[in-house]
């Protein structure tokens, strides 16, 4: 391996390290406003290390193919102290104002939404029921006046007819209950 490819990979390691310090930051962000518990933070957890292995792995393959020297663990570890100590804290500040952007983006996102579509709906279906309920109680009314009409026929047909037009009456009874 040349002095070149070694500063390469040196700087790439450097560079891996401050990522994996960035995707860590994240990570505790994530967790800390999502508040992951059980099974999730081993999933999460597993995710990193794989993340950061496939970073480290890929990097290496790129600069030395894949050579693994001991000043390529000191590197990273390098990396990770420096970005933790000069950029953690605004990194973390970053983080943290683009997760509240894109949490009002998508209030706003959903408040546009239930004011374009959903208010409409409900206004519609709202009006609906009510001229559905007018023209109900109309009905109800243009049917009560047969049937107030009819209930003398029927009084007097109960008390002629007995048993043999019961069977009418009890249909009568029934359809005047319909409508209260």
């Excluded at 990522?19 to 933070?41: E, P």
């Excluded at 004011?115 to 007018?134: F, G, K, Q, T, Y």
Aim: hydrophobic share 60%; net charge positive; aromatic share 16%.
């Amino acid at each position: 391996m040349t002095f070149y490819t070694q500063w390469i990979t040196m700087g790439l390691m450097l560079s891996s390290g401050c990522l994996m310090g960035m995707i860590l930051d994240l990570y505790r962000i994530l967790s800390r406003r999502f508040r992951f518990k059980g099974w999730v933070v081993s999933l999460v957890d597993l995710l990193y290390w794989t993340v950061a292995a496939g970073l480290v792995f890929s990097l290496l393959m790129w600069s030395n193919w894949g050579e693994l020297r001991f000043y390529i663990f000191v590197a990273i570890l390098a990396g990770w102290a420096i970005y933790h100590r000069w950029l953690s804290a605004k990194v973390s500040r970053g983080i943290e104002w683009g997760m509240g952007m894109v949490e009002r983006t998508l209030q706003l996102f959903l408040r546009v939404l239930q004011m374009m579509i959903w208010m409409p709906i409900l206004a519609i279906w709202n009006l609906l029921m009510n001229i559905l309920s007018r023209i109900l109680s109309l009905l109800r009314l243009i049917l009560r006046l047969p049937l107030w009409m009819l209930a003398p026929a029927g009084r007097w047909l109960k008390r002629v007819g007995g048993r043999l037009f019961r069977p009418v009456v009890n249909i009568l009874r029934r359809i005047r209950n319909w409508f209260p």
